[in-house]
């Protein structure tokens, strides 16, 4: 699993569904291909994509920072 900003690598990138995905969920990312074809093909879709707004971004680190109070408060629970 990664977060948004993370660094997904695709070894075997093929036509690049891998980072369009990446890059639609905020992370960056680096491909691989041997095939000059599929290349041609994964760079144009990975860089006709469109990252999430920062609301997106923002949610999610909203969400993050509610989950990481909820475990802290768990956590608390437990030892008394």
């Avoid at 639609?24 to 144009?44: L, N, S, V």
């Amino acid at each position: 699993y990664t977060n948004p900003g993370d660094v997904v690598l695709d070894n075997c990138m093929g036509s690049g569904t891998t980072g369009v995905a990446a890059v639609q969920t905020g992370r960056k990312f680096i491909g691989i291909e041997r095939d000059p074809d599929y290349f041609a093909i994964a760079k144009g879709r990975v860089l006709g994509t469109k990252p999430p707004g920062l609301s997106a971004v923002a949610r999610f680190h909203a969400w993050n920072a509610k989950a990481l109070e909820l475990q802290a408060f768990l956590n608390e629970r437990v030892r008394a």
